[in-house]
């Protein structure tokens, strides 16, 4: 494990009587991606703020590489951001919004010259030092952003939704990217965003949040796989939740049947719930599923078919690449491994 490179431990934040962060402690590793994903609203972007100095914590400690730097100024820290909207300079070209951090350093000009080229190059803008950035395309003005916050060799880069303004197809391309330039800078990247898919696909460690609340850390194959609670498993992905009663140890019920699983640790006949995610849903002939029911929609999604199915308990969304008509009566099975059981979440 690479060591730790920030520590927040037990930051609140107010604001207008409204409390957006409740008690964060969060541990931050070296050359880590780590992405803060959750709603609008849930103090994501505020925990940015706090790191990067711009907001400061009603209490708690903000501690870098073993020092407390709650109280240090913005240029004080070793972090840079890059914004959703990025802050470049439009009266300035692209070689100057780059070198612009160590023109202020008074650098010499021809280490300038070799760090700027370096970072166009990395960041794949080559031949546009000249360029006017009202010139320069969405994404090519995000990857100005990035190069001017990274020339300045920071320990940690921040990046507060940078893809938000960005169309869909861009936005992946820089997902690509994004991820292929953290792993050549070999720094730590903390990336805040409210898409799923975007976390799932560029980070090492994922931070779900809801409500000021740290819901759950870990993988991206964790916490799709094994979401620990209700808001997890509904934000990440799709997925039927069905209330369950786990038996015993590896053997859990609902909609009056029994289904092995792989999970363990519930009391005996304790009320839990279950997450089925749509694509571990397998559609047969209704003699062969462990359920019965009737296919009620379809909708056509590019690679798969979403289907609706009501097993007279409840709806199921299935995910399949076969085509079945609404009335046409089905099975459905699930592999132990496939099944994942929660603690039931306890009403507000």
Do not use: W
């Not at 303004?165 to 050549?184: G, S």
């Not at 909609?255 to 009320?271: A, I, R, Y």
């Amino acid at each position: 494990m690479n060591k730790k490179i920030i520590e927040l431990k037990n930051i609140t934040k107010t604001f207008e009587h409204h409390q957006v962060l409740k008690g964060i402690d969060l541990t931050i590793y070296e050359n880590e991606f780590l992405t803060l994903l959750g709603p609008s609203g849930c103090g994501k972007t505020t925990i940015l703020r706090i790191i990067g100095g711009f907001e400061e914590a009603d209490s708690g400690s903000v501690i870098f590489e073993g020092t407390d730097m709650s109280k240090l100024p913005p240029y004080k820290r070793e972090v840079n951001t890059v914004f959703q909207k990025y802050a470049l300079f439009p009266f300035m070209s692209v070689f100057e919004n780059v070198a612009f951090g160590l023109s202020l350093k008074k650098m010499d000009k021809k280490v300038i010259q070799e760090k700027v080229e370096h970072m166009l190059h990395l960041v794949g803008l080559r031949g546009f030092e000249k360029r006017n950035i009202n010139q320069l395309s969405g994404g090519q003005q995000q990857r100005v952003a990035i190069a001017r916050a990274l020339v300045n060799e920071p320990k940690v880069l921040l990046l507060d939704e940078p893809l938000g303004a960005l169309d869909a197809k861009l936005r992946k391309e820089m997902q690509v990217e994004l991820k292929k330039i953290q792993k050549e800078v070999g720094i730590t990247f903390i990336f805040v965003t409210h898409d799923q898919e975007e976390a799932l696909s560029m980070s090492d460690t994922v931070v779900v949040m809801n409500e000021g609340i740290i819901q759950q850390i870990g993988s991206p194959i964790d916490i799709y796989n094994e979401p620990k609670n209700r808001f997890v498993a509904q934000f990440i992905g799709e997925s039927n939740i069905v209330p369950a009663i786990m038996k015993e140890d590896f053997l859990v019920s609902f909609d009056d049947q029994d289904f092995k699983c792989v999970d363990h640790g519930f009391l005996s006949n304790e009320d839990v719930e279950v997450v089925l995610r749509p694509e571990d849903l397998i559609l047969s002939k209704p003699e062969y599923g462990q359920l019965t029911g009737t296919v009620t929609s379809i909708t056509f999604k590019g690679v798969h078919y979403e289907i609706i199915v009501n097993s007279h308990h409840r709806d199921y969304k299935v995910q399949t690449t076969h085509y079945y008509e609404v009335g046409t009566e089905v099975g459905m099975s699930v592999i132990p491994d496939n099944i994942h059981v929660m603690h039931k979440m306890k009403e507000a």
